[in-house]
T-cell receptor, first 115, second 114 residues
Framework: AQKVTQAQTEISVVEKEDVTLDCVYE???????LFWYKQPPSGELVFLIR??????QNEISGRYSWNFQKSTSSFNFTITASQVVDSAVYFC????????????FGKGTSLLVTP | EAGVVQSPRYKIIEKKQPVAFWCNPI?????LYWYLQNLGQGPELLIR????????DSQLPKDRFSAERLKGVDSTLKIQPAELGDSAVYLC????????????FGQGTRLTVV
């Protein structure tokens, strides 16, 4: 069963628009971590953020912000004032104690930002 | 500091031939992962090493895939014989002893089996 669901397969926005990428996860562990990675066309996975299950505080880093809500098992990612360089595939991932903290990825959301 | 280094970047082989991928993790990282990424999908774990020990190889197709991490540093993933369905990107990642930290990924090896 898919533990991380990214319902949006592809999103296309015009530059300067805000965009939110959704992520819903499933786990029975009380201790777990959530991640977002960016994969540009070059192929390398770039780490963006890690959140542990005990910290529901939202985080902002420049144009990026993350909303973690345990009540809905969601960890959504918002890009404010999107730019062409934000075009990439974004992956949400879950790591659990019972799997030795190996990353369990969603299928990714492909974001295209056009000028 | 150098990141995770993988080679080769690209490999094209005929089916039934063997192929090997190499990974050099970030210095000091004791945990090493091999992931498989099919087109349009997220990476899927193949094997996880803690130092030289494979602690999770449950998803590794052992009939044709093998991996080793001698001396707990570099790692090699091998496929023998390769099948058409093995065409994918093979990603290596590493993380520090504190398993709560993020994993850093290499650029991957794109394998095409023809």
């Amino acid at each position: 069963a898919q533990k991380v669901t990214q319902a949006q397969t592809e999103i296309s926005v015009v530059e300067k628009e805000d965009v939110t990428l959704d992520c819903v996860y499933e786990t029975r562990d009380t201790t777990y971590y959530l991640f977002w990675y960016k994969q540009p066309p070059s192929g390398e996975l770039v780490f963006l953020i890690r959140r542990n299950s005990f910290d529901e505080q939202n985080e902002i880093s420049g144009r990026y912000s993350w909303n973690f809500q345990k009540s809905t098992s969601s960890f959504n990612f918002t890009i404010t004032a999107s730019q062409v360089v934000d075009s990439a595939v974004y992956f949400c991932a879950l790591s659990e104690v019972n799997s030795g903290y190996a990353l369990n990825f969603g299928k990714g959301t492909s974001l295209l930002v056009t000028p | 500091e150098a990141g995770v280094v993988q080679s080769p970047r690209y490999k094209i082989i005929e089916k039934k031939q063997p192929v090997a991928f190499w990974c050099n993790p970030i210095s000091g990282h004791n945990t090493l992962y091999w992931y498989l990424q099919n087109l349009g999908q997220g990476p899927e774990l193949l094997i996880r090493y803690e130092n030289e020990e494979a602690v999770d190889d449950s998803q590794l197709p052992k009939d044709r895939f093998s991996a080793e991490r001698l001396k707990g540093v570099d790692s090699t993933l091998k496929i023998q014989p390769a099948e058409l369905g093995d065409s994918a990107v093979y990603l290596c990642a590493s993380s520090s002893r504190d398993t709560n930290t993020e994993a850093f990924f290499g650029q991957g090896t794109r394998l095409t089996v023809v």
